[in-house]
Nanobody, 125 residues
Framework: QVQVVESGGGLVQAGGSLRLSCTAS????????MTWFRQAPGKEREGVSC????????IYADSVKGRFTISRANAKNTLYLQLNSLKPEDTAMYYC??????????????????WGQGTQVTVSS
């Protein structure tokens, strides 16, 4: 049984930083590209960042480029997202997802995924 669990969310002031973590079990972690999504209240879910199985390919949404950094530790079955220079508009539930379609990032944000339950990030102004 595949389990994906996020952690690290919280309340932070604008300009602050957080690091999100995601652990996955029940799968061969380094077979999967991993993606972070987020969904704010009343808005559609959006892709934030993707990292390929090896970590050699990374893509970011324009809204977070230069501020967020995705990384992974395959030996630990763990995915990370470093969030810097946070803005109130970054407030959302952040979800980790393992891409069941490919080990590479396509940028389509619409593949089939194993999903986590989410971790809340709230940025105060």
């Amino acid at each position: 049984q595949v389990q994906v669990v996020e952690s690290g969310g919280g309340l932070v002031q604008a300009g602050g930083s957080l690091r999100l973590s995601c652990t996955a079990s029940g799968l061969t972690f380094d077979d999967y590209a991993m993606t972070w999504f987020r969904q704010a209240p009343g808005k559609e879910r959006e892709g934030v960042s993707c990292i390929s199985w090896s970590g050699s390919m990374k893509i970011y949404a324009d809204s977070v480029k230069g501020r967020f950094t995705i990384s992974r530790a395959n030996a630990k079955n763990t995915l990370y997202l470093q969030l810097n220079s946070l803005k109130p508009e970054d407030t959302a539930m952040y979800y980790c997802a393992a891409d069941r379609t490919s080990g590479y990032c396509s940028g389509s944000w619409s593949n089939r995924y194993y999903w986590g339950q989410g971790t809340q990030v709230t940025v105060s102004s």
